[in-house]
């Protein structure tokens, strides 16, 4: 199974002007990766201090976590790269040697 380092953004320009509405907002997508958590799709999820961007550790298919980014459209916006294991680096590394 694939593994991905996420990073994820708020688009502010996205958010009610409201700041209760923001927070009612902010915290329905709490509850969308909450869920995600309990299901095993994500693995870690942090936010920086600044509340507005932050990461996420998971695994799967693309395609699962490509349906669940839309889940936070258009609210969040996500970069996502595969990423290997130690041991699959080490295994990589090994098969290049002579």
Known sequence: MAKYLILWETD???LPADPKETVAVLMKLTEGTKQAMKIGQL???GVYPSGFKGY???EGKAQDLNKMS???Y???TFTAQE????DE???VLKSMMP
């Open 89 to 91: 680096g080490e295994k």
């Open 70 to 72: 839309l889940l936070f």
């Open 74 to 76: 258009p609210y969040i």
């Open 56 to 58: 996420v550790i998971a």
């Open 43 to 45: 693995s870690d999820w």
């Open 83 to 86: 990423v290997l294991t130690i």
């Open 12 to 14: 502010r320009s996205r």
